[in-house]
Structure formats: C-alpha cells, structure tokens
C-alpha cells in the first residue's frame, strides 16, 4: 500500500477493502460514493473484472459495504452504484444497516447500438443513503435546477392565496439526465467506466461541506476526488490499477512525474491529426516566407 498526498487530497495505491481495513479510521467519513467493478466484463486496463459467480461478487461487495459504513460518520451519506442486475441485492442487503433516502436513476443516450433482440440499458443506479435520517446534510440550494412549468410557462397555482407562478427553481428529482463522457470532451480520460463531473458535482454539492471528508474507493479516474478538490472537500481516493493512479496524481496535482515517467495527458486520435495539420501548414507558410 503505497500513499500520496497534497494539501487536502490523498491517494491510496492498492486494494480497496485492504485500504478500508488498515489506513481509514472509523467514523471518520462525511461523504462516501462508491462506483465499483460491476461484474460484467469491463477490461480495466488488462484486467476483467468478472467474478466466478454472481454470489461471490455480492459476498464481495458486501465487505467493502460493510467497512465504508464503518468509516462514515454518523451524520454521513453513502451513495452507492452497481449494475442494475445485482442493485436490488444491495438495496435489500442496505435497507437493514442505513436509511436510504433516494433510489436515483442516472439516465443517458447512447448513440451505439446497445441490444437487438431486448431493451438496451440507458441508466445506472444510484443509492442514497444515510446514518441517520433526522440528521445529514443535503444543501437544497446549491444543486437546485429549473422547474420547467414555472420558469417556462408560467403557470399560475390557484391554490395560494393569493395565486401565484410556479416556482422557477426545483430540487432534482430522482431521475438525473447528464450525459455519459464522450471521447471528445475536455474531461475524457482513458478508462471504461469514467463517470461525468456533473454528476459528482451534484452529489458533493448536495451531500457535504466545505472542509468536509469524501472518501472515493476504486477511484478509476478520481473525478471524485477532482470534483471535491475543486469545492474545497478533502479526498481520499482509493484505486488498484497503476496506470489510473497516474490519472490521479495529475487531476489532483499531487506529482509531476510516476516512477520516472512524466504524468501527462494522453494525446487522443483527433488532436494527433490537429497537431499534424498545423505541423504542415506551418512548414509550408514558412517555405511560402523563404520564396
């Protein structure tokens, strides 16, 4: 188990439930989101992550559940993710240690083909929960969104006295459409599964405080721990895999350089052929400049 840290964030490089067991003390946790391995055959950078049985992977998912609710305060939330198959194991397995608050539908397009003889998946799962239902934070003014009847139609409620418009501004419901990360967007970066900052960005906003602690096991591209740095959270990302820990200490900032090797962005296929146009019409600007 090896540890980076800068300032607020910090960066744990090896196994997840034994980072949980030894270096997180207990109840020390404001804010837990948890996007594990979903058993389904994702490649993470040469390894499949495909448990031999359904059961194994539940008794699996079950240990770090059970030390990630040791860690959080007890005025903490755990937000939870898996795939859709294996999420009512979870729900039933959480609705006997935690209050769960929101069943949340994170919902998104595809323009790939996802299936041709059933329906296609187009969302993902998430599981709020917490501690302690009468006491949690929830910041209802810094996630809310437009109430599309008000600020748009303006429709009047005629069941005030006296009546009046709709309100413009809403907090969320419970199904969340943010796109999924693009090849082509400033935020991609080489991973399967990458989740949009968007979506942490609510989540961080929503659930926690300035200063507080977000712990983020199977870190992947740590936009967890990017988004709380940038909301002046405290970090703690967990993550196996040494070519996403290099993802890590860039976004984060913690170091330069990954044994010897420079941690720079990945160049991706369409700023290569960017790079290459402006490489030759540069050279046949100044060969024009030399006649």
Same mark, same amino acid.
């Given at each position: 188990?090896?540890?980076?840290?800068?300032?607020?964030?910090?960066?744990?490089?090896?196994?997840?439930?034994?980072?949980?067991? /030894?270096?997180?003390?207990?109840?020390?946790?404001?804010?837990?989101?948890?996007?594990?391995?979903? #058993?389904?055959?994702?490649?993470? #950078?040469?390894?499949?992550?495909?448990?031999?049985?359904? #059961?194994?992977?539940?008794?699996?998912?079950?240990?770090?559940?059970?030390?990630?609710?040791?860690?959080?305060?007890? &005025? *903490?939330?755990?937000?939870?993710?898996?795939?859709?198959?294996?999420?009512?194991?979870?729900?039933?397995?959480?609705?006997?240690?935690?209050?769960?608050?929101?069943?949340?539908?994170?919902?998104?397009?595809?323009?790939?083909?996802?299936?041709?003889?059933?329906?296609?998946?187009?969302?993902?799962?998430?599981?709020?929960?917490?501690?302690?239902?009468?006491?949690? &934070?929830?910041?209802?003014?810094?996630?809310?969104?437009?109430?599309? &009847?008000?600020? /748009?139609?303006?429709?009047?409620?005629?069941?005030? #006295?006296?009546?009046?418009?709709?309100?413009? %501004?809403?907090?969320?419901?419970?199904?969340?459409?943010?796109?999924?990360?693009?090849?082509?967007?400033?935020?991609?970066?080489?991973?399967?599964?990458?989740?949009?900052?968007?979506? !942490?960005?609510?989540?961080? /906003?929503?659930?926690?405080?300035?200063?507080?602690?977000?712990?983020?096991?199977?870190?992947?591209?740590? &936009?967890?721990?990017?988004?709380?740095?940038?909301?002046?959270?405290?970090?703690? *990302?967990?993550?196996?895999?040494?070519?996403?820990?290099?993802?890590?200490?860039?976004?984060?900032?913690?170091?330069?350089?990954?044994?010897?090797?420079?941690?720079?962005?990945?160049?991706?296929?369409?700023?290569?052929?960017?790079?290459?146009?402006?490489?030759?019409?540069?050279? !046949?600007?100044?060969?024009?400049?030399? %006649?």
């Amino acid at each position: 188990m090896e540890r980076f840290k800068n300032g607020k964030q910090t960066i744990f490089w090896g196994d997840a439930i034994e980072a949980l067991q /030894k270096e997180i003390e207990d109840n020390s946790i404001d804010l837990i989101f948890v996007d594990p391995p979903y #058993n389904i055959g994702k490649n993470f #950078n040469g390894s499949q992550e495909k448990w031999s049985s359904s #059961n194994e992977y539940l008794k699996w998912c079950y240990n770090w559940i059970d030390l990630c609710l040791s860690k959080l305060k007890p &005025t *903490g939330s755990f937000y939870v993710m898996t795939a859709t198959q294996f999420m009512p194991y979870f729900d039933i397995y959480l609705q006997k240690k935690v209050e769960i608050l929101s069943r949340i539908v994170w919902s998104y397009d595809s323009s790939a083909v996802q299936a041709k003889k059933h329906y296609g998946s187009l969302y993902e799962p998430i599981l709020f929960c917490v501690k302690d239902k009468q006491n949690y &934070t929830f910041n209802t003014d810094e996630i809310l969104v437009e109430a599309k &009847t008000g600020a /748009k139609r303006k429709l009047i409620d005629y069941r005030k #006295n006296p009546p009046q418009v709709y309100n413009s %501004k809403k907090v969320p419901g419970n199904v969340w459409d943010i796109p999924r990360v693009r090849y082509r967007m400033p935020e991609y970066e080489n991973h399967p599964t990458q989740k949009p900052i968007l979506l !942490l960005e609510r989540i961080i /906003k929503a659930s926690s405080k300035e200063n507080d602690v977000v712990l983020y096991p199977f870190s992947g591209t740590f &936009t967890t721990s990017y988004v709380a740095k940038q909301l002046n959270r405290e970090s703690i *990302g967990i993550e196996l895999q040494d070519e996403y820990v290099k993802i890590g200490l860039r976004r984060l900032q913690i170091a330069d350089e990954f044994n010897g090797e420079k941690l720079e962005k990945e160049v991706r296929t369409f700023e290569t052929a960017k790079q290459e146009s402006y490489s030759r019409s540069q050279t !046949l600007f100044g060969n024009e400049k030399q %006649k």
